[in-house]
């Protein structure tokens, strides 16, 4: 497709003020040809990020934010969140032309209703848990009690990642299900029973122009808050990549049987999706099948895998939000290990301490990062706590020993009162 715009974006336009978001307008800041990346709202640590300026506009006010893209002739904007994809903020950019690497509403439920995602699945060919799908208590509980077993209850909308019991008893389930249809995720409540599925967890997140697909290597996180996986799940606490439990030939695997038919069956609906197709994969014993699909990059994935990437990211992105990956240079991926450890506050994933002042002496370096998520800065510059998940702190070596390692040492350097982290991410990875 012939097209006006520059190959190279000048000028981005980062939306959301997580450590997802801090990430990538790192990355994105440090490619060639990019003069300035603005982040909105951003956070604490936005502006230490050499080549990137702040906006403070929330990623809900699509006005503002398509006034930011005129005012600041941005060249591309990429979306971090699911909450502004679903309500249609890069549909409303595109439509007064600006490149927008996320989908528009319509690709958005891949993520935003799970009863959408399991049809198209289904639809697709795509491996995936057997489900039931409900719209009344009254239907989910004769399923469940048709099943007589134990399954895995998801509410259909977007819960902030709170929407899903994995049940160990009938009882449970019942109780679970009784919870969604009492209004605890708001709205209509609708849901979706699942199959138990059982084996190790990796996401894998496609770069997608809507017709053609770049794979990243392949991430691992860690959903439970404390050590040896236990406790309640968080946002996630830790990851690294490349996780091995998918080799080469394992996600050309993951290629041809969850993502191509995926795209495919999202083009056959119509929709042209231009985005991140992040798929969260059980490695079950009769082969990989999809736990949940995302619209977005995974946090803390994305803050793990930036680093690894090379600095054609933003000539790729861009191509994605034009739908010409044809014509992009191919991504270059760093062969090392990437390491991220978070920082928490006291009370996560309940309820959080905020507001206590953060204090650092890491020096970040060509392998060691600090993404901000939770913090702000108050009238005197003085960065505080902010949120569940405060800091990322992020490594690379040759090996995942030393990447931890230097994770864990970059960790020390930062404290702030009830600093909450697990000592043992990557523990399957790592050889001590
Ligand atoms: P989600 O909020 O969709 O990321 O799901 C949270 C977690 O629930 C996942 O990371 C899995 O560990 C677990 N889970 C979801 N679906 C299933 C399933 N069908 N079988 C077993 N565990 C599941
Ligand atoms: N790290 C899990 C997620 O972003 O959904």
Redesign the pocket.
């Known amino acids: 497709m012939p097209s006006a715009s520059p190959a190279l974006p000048a000028r981005i336009l980062v939306v959301g003020g997580g450590g997802r978001e801090n990430a990538l307008g790192w990355a994105l800041a440090r490619c060639p040809g990019v003069e300035q990346v603005w982040v909105a709202p951003g956070n604490g640590g936005t502006l230490e990020l050499s080549g990137c300026s702040q906006l403070a506009i929330a990623e809900s006010d699509h006005a503002a934010l398509l006034n930011a893209c005129r005012e600041h002739r941005i060249e591309l904007v990429v979306v971090g969140p699911e909450a502004p994809l679903a309500a249609g903020l890069a549909d409303r950019l595109r439509a007064e032309g600006f490149p927008v690497f996320g989908p528009g509403a319509d690709g958005a439920q891949l993520e935003a209703s799970k009863q959408w995602a399991k049809a198209l699945m289904q639809e697709a060919g795509v491996p995936t848990?057997g489900y039931w799908p409900a719209s009344s208590e009254a239907e989910a509980l004769a399923a469940l009690e048709a099943q007589n077993k134990p399954l895995?209850v998801?509410a259909d909308g977007l819960a902030a990642?709170k929407?899903?019991t994995?049940a160990e008893t009938v009882d449970e389930a019942r109780e679970a299900i009784r919870e969604i249809f009492a209004g605890r995720f708001g709205g209509e409540a609708s849901l979706v029973l699942?199959?138990?599925?059982f084996g190790p967890?990796v996401s894998v997140f496609a770069l997608s122009d809507g017709q053609r697909l770049v794979l990243l290597p392949p991430a691992q996180d860690h959903?439970r808050i404390g050590e040896g996986d236990t406790g309640p799940?968080t946002g996630g606490m830790g990851a690294y990549a490349p996780a091995p439990l998918l080799d080469a030939a394992g996600l050309e695997q993951v290629r041809h049987l969850v993502l191509e038919p995926t795209l495919n069956a999202l083009r056959a609906r119509g929709i042209d999706y231009r985005g991140v197709i992040y798929a969260?994969l059980?490695l079950t014993e009769s082969g990989p099948s999809v736990?949940?699909f995302n619209c977005r990059f995974g946090d803390p994935e994305c803050e793990t895998l930036m680093p690894l990437l090379g600095p054609e990211l933003a000539a790729v992105l861009l191509a994605c939000a034009e739908g010409r990956l044809d014509q992009a240079p191919a991504l270059t991926i760093n062969p090392g290990s990437s390491a991220c450890v978070i920082a928490a506050a006291q009370g996560y994933p309940g309820e959080i301490r905020k507001g206590d002042a953060i204090n650092s002496q890491l020096e970040p370096s060509d392998t060691l990062q600090l993404f901000h998520a939770g913090t702000r800065r108050d009238e005197g510059g003085t960065c505080l706590t902010n949120g569940g998940r405060v800091l990322a702190v992020v490594a690379q070596a040759d090996n995942f020993d030393t990447a931890f390692e230097r994770a864990y040492a970059g960790l020390e350097q930062v404290s702030f009162e009830g600093i909450t982290f697990r000592r043992d991410i990557g523990h399957q990875v790592r050889s001590r």
Do not use: C, L, P, W
């Open positions: 848990a895995v998801k990642g929407g899903v994995v699942e199959e138990r599925t967890e959903k799940n969260g059980m736990i949940e």
